[in-house]
């Protein structure tokens, strides 16, 4: 099936594309059909940059086994560093960065 | 021989006026011929497709894949452009029709050509194959497991159910679903069926036991060989007596 539904958040970062490095805008997560992995379903994640075009693109196709345990180990490298050390505002207070 | 084609990427001319990338592939050796646009499913203007693209044309008939996408990511690879399709909300119904109305234009415009002219599409472009004939003259359609034809797509999507629009389907409607399907699931499938029936518009419905969504899918674990052979027979069946000369 193609679930059509897409989530798309605003996010800072770099990803590394086919042509190298860029700064990265969005990021798109959706289940349904994969390009490459062998299965019927997979958790997509695009990381992308519009304003760069359509090849400013990184691109991920995961098991949800593998989706979740990846959401788990984020959160375990960030709560095993000091809070704030990756933030796009390491001056601001916890709650602050927590409400965005 | 019989099955010798030719094929290539052209410019044709798609809804607003605008130049958009398509795959043509024609037969050679063969003075008239019928023509099929073929709609590409959401993961895009790929490589599965123009096989199809060239099927048709082996088996005797002009077809030609408008790419959807061009506009948004013209000469990007298909799953990048996919993505940014998805994530601007997937292709406005008007342009859809604009666009086949074009590639059905252009194929009617070639040498050899005898004027009658089908579309298919699987996934999403089995939907937009519902509405492209619905909303244009066409000779013969084929629906391949379109979802969204009766029931709402989630929030935010672009696209909307067509079941309204029936009465204005324009000619004879093949459709092939695999009855584990939940998009569409088989009480749609059924809707449908029943409401074309209910305004007498042609139609031949068959929905495969063992085969889900994307049954036709050679490159993918959805693959299910007997639907997918049966499924051609009878796609080619539809077609000869539908858009022969």
């Excluded at chain 1, 490459?36 to 760069?52: G, K, S």
């Amino acid at each position: 099936m193609c679930t059509y539904l897409t989530e798309k958040i605003a996010i800072a970062g770099s990803g590394k594309g086919a042509h190298g490095w860029f700064g990265l805008s969005e990021a798109s997560v959706y289940v349904d059909h994969p390009v490459h992995m062998p299965q019927e379903h997979t958790v997509n994640i695009d990381f992308r940059n519009p304003a760069l075009g359509p090849s400013a693109r990184v691109a991920v196709e995961l098991s949800e086994e593998a989706a979740l345990a990846l959401v788990d180990a984020i959160k375990a490298a960030i709560d095993s560093a000091p809070a704030g050390l990756a933030s796009e505002h390491p001056d601001a207070t916890a709650e602050e960065r927590m409400a965005g | 021989m019989p099955d010798s084609l030719t094929a290539d990427t052209i410019t044709i001319t798609g809804h607003d006026g605008d130049e958009i990338e398509a795959y043509l592939a024609t037969p050679l050796h063969q003075e008239t011929f019928g023509a099929v646009v073929v709609i590409h499913h959401m993961p895009g203007y790929d490589e599965s497709t123009k096989e199809m693209v060239r099927k048709f044309a082996a088996h005797g008939y002009a077809a030609l894949c408008p790419n959807l996408y061009h506009r948004e990511a013209p000469g990007a690879d298909p799953d990048d452009a996919a993505a940014t399709a998805r994530a601007n909300g997937g292709v406005p119904d008007e342009r859809l029709v604009g666009d086949v109305a074009g590639a059905a234009a252009h194929l009617k415009s070639l040498p050899g050509a005898n004027g009658k002219v089908g579309v298919i599409g699987h996934c999403s472009g089995g939907r937009q194959v519902v509405l492209s004939a619905c909303s244009l003259e066409l000779d013969a359609a084929v629906d391949c497991y379109g979802a969204f034809v009766v029931n709402d797509p989630p929030e935010g999507f672009a696209a909307k159910p067509i079941l309204n629009k029936i009465p204005d389907l324009s000619c004879p409607l093949l459709g092939l679903f695999g009855a584990e399907d939940k998009f569409p699931a088989p009480d749609e499938v059924k809707v449908l069926d029943d409401e074309l029936t209910k305004h007498g518009k042609a139609h031949e419905f068959h929905s495969y036991d063992n085969a889900g969504h994307a049954f036709f899918a050679v490159d993918r674990p959805s693959y299910r060989v007997e639907a997918a052979v049966d499924g051609w027979q009878k796609i080619f069946t539809f077609f000869g007596e539908h858009l022969a000369a």
